[in-house]
């Protein structure tokens, strides 16, 4: 059914994909873990993985640097005031590992975290590779998964492994932090 409707848009489905992967960034009614999904259901785990990481590059880009140019305004119309001081709060402490983190979990705003990095001027070379390092993992995930339709099994995984993989990275820091103040 989905593999249908993407091939109705012939050689143009990866651009729509991408496109919906940029509009998602905005609108917040499509996920892009769905938009992931489509991908590799409609394209296979190969092509599939490389349309998405493409999709979530350009899209990635397109709010980074909208972030970047238009700052507090764009924030203020997209976000929450409690989730615009949270998200901001994280990123500072957090930095990169933050964006990494919110990449690699399924149940916490990708779009959101693509805003607030260009907003407090972290290097964008940084976050693009902070956000590939985070999505790619899901991204092949979902590929290598996606014809089996088990998504729920998958999603569970996935939020397993992003938790325990913040756990660490607190852990880390904790330690860190202890060995400045010593």
């Known amino acids: 059914m989905i593999r249908d409707w993407v091939s109705r848009f012939g050689m143009w489905g990866p651009v729509v994909i991408i496109l919906a992967m940029v509009a998602s960034m905005f609108l917040f009614v499509v996920p892009n873990l769905l938009l992931l999904i489509i991908s590799s259901v409609s394209y296979g785990p190969l092509w599939g993985s490389v349309i998405s990481i493409i999709a979530v590059f350009v899209s990635s880009t397109v709010a980074y640097l909208i972030g970047y140019w238009v700052g507090p305004a764009i924030l203020k119309r997209l976000l ?22 919110f990449r690699l979990s399924p149940i916490l705003s990708n779009e959101a975290i693509s805003f607030i990095p260009a907003f407090l001027r972290i290097n964008y070379k940084k976050f693009i590779l902070a956000t590939l390092v985070g999505s790619i993992p899901v ?5 290598f998964t996606a014809g089996e339709g088990n998504f729920k099994t998958v999603l569970i995984w996935l939020s397993i492994i992003s938790l325990v993989v913040y756990i660490v990275y607190l852990i880390i820091d904790i330690r860190r932090k202890k060995k400045r103040e010593t």
């Open 80 to 101: 929450k005031d409690k989730t615009r001081a949270k998200l901001t709060e994280l990123v500072k402490d957090y930095g990169v590992g933050a964006i990494i983190l």
């Open 139 to 143: 991204i092949a995930i979902l590929a």
